[in-house]
Nanobody, 123 residues
């Protein structure tokens, strides 16, 4: 299973970006999906998470620092997760990683990471 993230770039403060991440490969089901970020000199932190929406309503969870500005969504048919980022701030500058919990065809569960996409917000 591979996760391919895209959509990063450079933007001025107040601008918007949309990140996308596609899960591909042999798998039974993609469960929870999320976005994490890691700024220089800091630990990786959770930005947003969304459940599968198969047994629930696809509930979401956000870091306090992005609530009201970022929106996570997913397309289960395409095994994709998105992160719409509005009102970006310089503090949002980081490498953003997508993450997915996957159930393999033989039933085991695994956690996968994308390669990371850089978001740079200038003041």
């Amino acid at each position: 299973v591979q996760l391919q993230a895209s959509g990063g770039g450079s933007v001025q403060a107040g601008g918007s970006l949309r990140l996308s991440c596609a899960a591909s490969g042999s798998m039974y089901r993609v469960n929870g999906m999320g976005w994490y970020r890691q700024a220089p000199g800091k630990q990786r932190e959770l930005v947003a998470f969304i459940t599968s929406g198969i047994t629930s309503n696809g509930s979401t969870n956000y870091a306090d620092s992005v609530k009201g500005r970022f929106t996570i969504s997913r397309d289960n048919a395409k095994n994709m997760v998105y992160l719409q980022m509005n009102s970006l701030k310089p503090d949002d500058t980081a490498v953003y990683y997508c993450n997915a919990a996957v159930t393999a065809t033989w039933g085991s569960r695994y956690n996968y990471w994308g390669q990371g996409t850089l978001v740079t917000v200038s003041s």
